[in-house]
């Protein structure tokens, strides 16, 4: 009979007595026994790795879509377009291919104040047949409470300056022109202060003197009958100022203060008996 030895590995097997050993002839072979631990924590690591591999994925997928979307939106914008430029109400339409209004502005070299006023932002991005409106702002010499100024503005009417200027009006205040009047190319606007003032001013008028006959007095004869008393008026008046000179007067009342009281005097006309 036969002695040989069982051995863990796959080499090659030796009989005892020195003769060989073919791998059919092998009776058994040992292997590691797994345990429940080591199958639990294998199955932990592939979840894991499953997440963190899909959460990869998932973030380079919304990544490759914005970039698909910002390169067609690229080059959609740098599709050649027609805009419509309304400048001052005279309309230009020109072929692009830029994307923004400040390019196709430097493009087309139309100059902008920061006074002017425009229906969309410079930054903003253009579509086909768009239509952008630019009003320029015009020059506009205000003069007000003894300065002139010059202003930049879009504004229709004299009014309308004004008040985007903070100038108010007030009273009596003029505007010229009216505030109502229609602004066209350069412009100057005037305002007159105009204020107003009552007084009073006390005017004494004198008495007359009046003679009667007296047939009961000797001829010569003088007498007093009543005594005179000057009259007193008091006037109203307004005066006008614009810009603080005084440009008018003018009575408006008149009150009688105190009448007058003519002076008569009594002449005698009886001959005296010497004549």
């Known amino acids: 009979m036969r002695q040989f030895a069982i051995v863990a590995s796959n080499a090659a097997m030796c009989y005892l007595?020195?003769?060989?050993?073919?791998?059919?002839?092998?009776?058994?072979?040992?292997?590691?026994?797994?345990?429940?631990?080591?199958?639990?924590?294998?199955?932990?690591?592939?979840l894991r790795w499953k997440h963190?591999?899909?959460?990869?994925l998932m973030l380079a997928a919304i990544g490759a879509i914005a970039i698909t979307l910002l390169v067609l939106l690229i080059v959609h914008n740098r599709a050649g377009k027609e805009i419509h430029l309304?400048?001052?109400?005279?309309?230009?339409?020109?072929?692009?291919?830029?994307?923004?209004?400040?390019?196709?502005?430097?493009?087309q070299a139309i100059s902008l104040k920061p006074q002017?006023?425009?229906?969309?932002?410079?930054n903003g991005v253009l579509q086909d047949g768009d239509r952008v409106f630019i009003k320029r702002a015009i020059p506009v010499n205000v003069t007000a409470d003894g300065k002139t100024n010059t202003v930049f503005t879009t504004q229709d009417?004299?009014?309308?300056?004004?008040?985007?200027?903070?100038?108010?009006?007030q009273g009596q205040d003029k505007v010229l022109p009216s505030p109502e009047a229609k602004?066209?190319?350069?412009?100057?606007?005037?305002?007159?202060?105009?204020?107003?003032?009552?007084?009073?001013?006390?005017?004494t008028r004198s008495f007359r003197i009046?003679?009667?006959?007296?047939?009961?007095?000797?001829?010569?004869?003088?007498?007093?009958?009543q005594s005179g008393k000057p009259g007193i008026v008091v006037h109203?008046?307004?005066?006008?100022?614009?810009?603080?000179?005084?440009?008018?007067?003018?009575?408006?009342?008149?009150?009688?203060?105190?009448?007058?009281?003519d002076k008569i005097i009594a002449v005698g006309t009886k001959k005296s008996h010497g004549s």
Not at 20 to 46: L, N
Request: hydrophobic letters at 35%; aromatic letters at 2%; charged letters at 30%.
């Open 210 to 225: 009046i003679k009667t006959a007296d047939p009961s007095l000797v001829k010569g004869d003088n007498r007093v009958l």
């Open 116 to 122: 002017d006023e425009v229906s969309m932002p410079l």
């Open 236 to 261: 109203h008046i307004e005066k006008v100022y614009q810009d603080g000179k005084l440009v008018s007067k003018n009575v408006i009342a008149k009150t009688v203060q105190r009448k007058t009281k």
């Open 183 to 203: 602004l066209s190319g350069k412009a100057d606007i005037r305002v007159v202060r105009v204020t107003k003032q009552k007084v009073k001013q006390t005017e």
């Open 17 to 46: 007595d020195g003769g060989a050993m073919k791998e059919d002839d092998i009776v058994g072979v040992f292997q590691p026994e797994e345990t429940h631990e080591s199958q639990s924590s294998s199955m932990s690591y592939a």
């Open 157 to 169: 009417t004299v009014g309308s300056v004004l008040k985007e200027a903070g100038i108010s009006i």
């Open 86 to 107: 309304v400048v001052d109400g005279r309309v230009t339409t020109v072929e692009t291919h830029e994307a923004m209004l400040h390019e196709v502005l430097d493009e």
């Open 52 to 56: 963190v591999n899909l959460h990869h």
